[in-house]
């Protein structure tokens, strides 16, 4: 049986503005920021990003079909490491305070250490895209906190482990911080 890696479906990136190689895709988010706004009943790389993950972690090599795949790895390896940060909570309290403290620190981009993927992005060509990147990054990884809060927790507050098992998972072979 071959399984196959769940590819992102924003693969037209006409009028779609870029950064380090990047499509800074529109999002369905409150939250300030560089990402233009999506319609709240459509699917954003969030959502692709939050039901493909338990598929998709589990792969060690993901071929890159578009560059909307390069922000879905991203996305992943994000959730992944969200995952590993909300392990020992056992309240959705503990867990909104996890992630936030994840969400205060700094978000490395392509160029400086502690990117986790040298090469899957270009580098910034100037510092005004390098921000520019490194905000929409912030944004994109606020919007999918909040949302994977609502799926690893249940309603009552209680962890959910059918998504709090997957924070053992190593994403194509990079260790979460």
């Excluded at 071929?63 to 992943?76: E, G, H, Q, R, V």
Aim: proline share 6%; hydrophobic share 40%; with cysteine.
């Amino acid at each position: 049986m071959h399984l196959k890696v769940y590819h992102s479906s924003f693969v037209d990136e006409e009028g779609i503005r870029k950064a380090c190689g990047c499509p800074l895709l529109p999002l369905k988010s409150h939250i300030k920021g560089p990402a233009p706004v999506s319609d709240q009943d459509r699917t954003d790389i969030v959502d692709e990003a939050i039901t493909f993950f338990r598929a998709n972690v589990f792969f060690k090599n993901f071929d890159i079909k578009s560059p909307a795949d390069k922000l879905l790895i991203y996305l992943t390896f994000y959730i992944n490491v969200a995952l590993k940060r909300l392990e020992g909570c056992r309240t959705l309290a503990e867990g909104t305070k996890a992630i936030i403290n994840l969400g205060l620190e700094k978000v490395p981009v392509p160029g400086e250490s502690g990117f986790p993927f040298p090469g899957l992005f270009v580098s910034p060509e100037s510092q005004k895209e390098a921000e520019l990147f490194r905000n929409y990054l912030k944004q994109i990884r606020e919007e999918t906190s909040g949302r994977l809060l609502s799926v690893a927790y249940r309603h009552n507050g209680t962890p959910n482990k059918w998504w709090l098992a997957f924070a053992k998972r190593k994403f194509v072979n990079v260790i979460a911080l």
